[in-house]
């Protein structure tokens, strides 16, 4: 406003001045120059409106377009050309309008905007419909758990057999009162150190009615989820703990772990930068109980209150038992079907263990159905059961809690065994 102010005062003050004059002694371009000069000739020293920039709004609305360019834009859209076998969009509309003879007296759209505003007003835009999010229904304290993993992003490990997730964090959060259960960190986090850390979280707080968790091979033992259920699914099926497995890429189905693995990252992990395993642990124990006895959490649970402070009396869980059938996970896979190609020799394959059905029925597939109370394999092809053969590797008497947690560590350790054979294979 300045440099407008000063060209107005050298207009009245030399006004036979030529634009190269005013240009240099105000510092402007000789178009700003042009522009001002007309805008500011005749007006008084003391206007201050006219030095005021001049909105480039419309004053007066547009001319609306013919009825019959409205009804040709949504005839293309309609009924596209040959040429073109599929629903157009503004810009082949636009093509296809400027080079229609019978248009050639009206006024056209020149802009995209102009055309889908027209096709938008004609419902011939489909919206999606809004979605309205329902708030999840709590479940009771302590009774649903969710776990996951996530990158300690800078935390290196002591060693070099990874080349990314490095340092990874295991967290378990309950659902109905967002309580951080349980938060380790290690650097070699697989099928075996997956069911260690779950077993600690359990010896420690009890056992939970339910757990949820989504496909990562450590848990599941294949992305896929059609094999034998993983030593880790065992463990916690022997226990009594019913699994819901998320379906793949929906996050959104643990929302609680996901949500706390943000806080995690911008509240410890960037703040803190852990550089080591060790560092990452010790920041881990301090945040954990800052997380659940200090932090106000804005979570409809804990209305802007800690977690702890939010729910001062919890029940108590049911404790690890003294025994384990290393069986009770046949009950909840009872009628479970299970896929199979029978192999060069006849045989198919389930878990770890080879079954003979029948060397005619080569390259053919066939459904396995679990049945519980028999211990067995219905093999059927279509409807028709060719063959019940009994299920391997059952133990077939309880067993001592330690003795029962050594076999699931064995059995992981052979999983992750499989699992690496099967992925080297592969590459």
């Known amino acids: 406003m300045k440099d407008r102010a000063r060209l107005r005062q050298l207009m009245h003050k030399h006004p036979d001045w030529t634009n190269r004059q005013y240009m240099a002694v105000v510092g402007r371009s000789r178009k700003w120059v042009q522009k001002w000069k ?50 157009l969009g503004p810009l082949a509309i636009l093509y296809y309008l400027h080079r229609d003879p019978q ?41 649903t758990w969710e ?45 075996e150190t997956a069911v260690l850390a779950m077993a600690s979280a359990l010896l420690l707080n009890g056992l939970p009615r339910c757990i949820v968790l989504d496909r990562d091979p450590r848990f599941i ?37 996901e949500r706390y693995f943000r806080t995690l990252k911008d509240e410890s992990v960037r ?9 990452a642990k010790d920041f881990f ?18 209305g802007n209150r800690p977690p702890f402070v939010a729910f001062p009396q919890l029940p108590s869980l049911p404790k690890m038992p003294d025994t384990v059938d290393p069986d009770h996970w046949l009950h909840t896979y009872h009628h479970h079907l299970f896929k199979r190609r029978i192999r060069v020799n006849g045989s198919l394959q389930i878990d770890k263990h080879r079954y003979y059905i029948k060397r005619d029925l080569v390259g053919r597939y066939v459904v396995c159905q679990l049945d519980a109370q028999r211990r067995v394999f219905d093999v059927l092809m279509g409807k028709q059961i060719i063959k019940t053969i009994p299920i391997k590797g059952l133990y077939g008497q309880v067993l001592d809690l330690n003795d029962y947690f050594e076999l699931m560590l064995k059995e992981a350790e052979s999983e992750q065994r499989r699992l690496t054979h099967r992925r080297r294979r592969v590459a």
């Not at 200090?294 to 979570?299: D, I, K, Y």
């Open 103 to 143: 248009l050639s007296d009206y006024r056209l759209p020149r802009s995209t905007s102009t055309i889908w505003k027209i096709l938008d007003s004609h419902q011939r835009i489909l919206r999606p419909p809004k979605i309205e999010h329902q708030p999840m229904e709590l479940p009771p304290p302590l009774d």
């Open 271 to 279: 703040v803190k930068r852990p550089a080591t395993l060790i560092q």
């Open 147 to 191: 776990i996951d993993f996530t990158d300690v992003g800078t935390a290196q490990a002591d060693h070099d057999r990874k080349r990314q997730h490095q340092v990874e964090a295991f967290a378990v959060v309950d659902r109905g009162t967002s309580i951080l259960i349980d938060l380790q960190a290690s650097d070699d986090y697989h099928a």
């Open 285 to 302: 124990e301090a945040h954990r109980y800052t997380y659940n006895h200090e932090r106000p959490h804005q979570g409809l649970a804990c």
């Open 221 to 257: 033992g294949s992305w896929s989820a059609d094999e034998f259920p993983s030593a880790f699914m065992r463990f916690l099926l022997n226990l009594g703990i019913t699994l819901d497995i998320c379906p793949a890429r929906r996050p959104d189905l643990k929302p609680f772990v």
């Open 38 to 87: 007309k805008r500011l000739q005749g007006t008084a020293l003391d206007d201050r409106e006219a030095l005021c920039s001049q909105s480039r709004v419309r004053k007066t609305p547009p001319k609306p377009y013919h009825s019959a360019v409205i009804e040709r834009i949504l005839e293309l859209r309609d009924q596209p050309p040959e040429a073109v076998p599929r629903k």
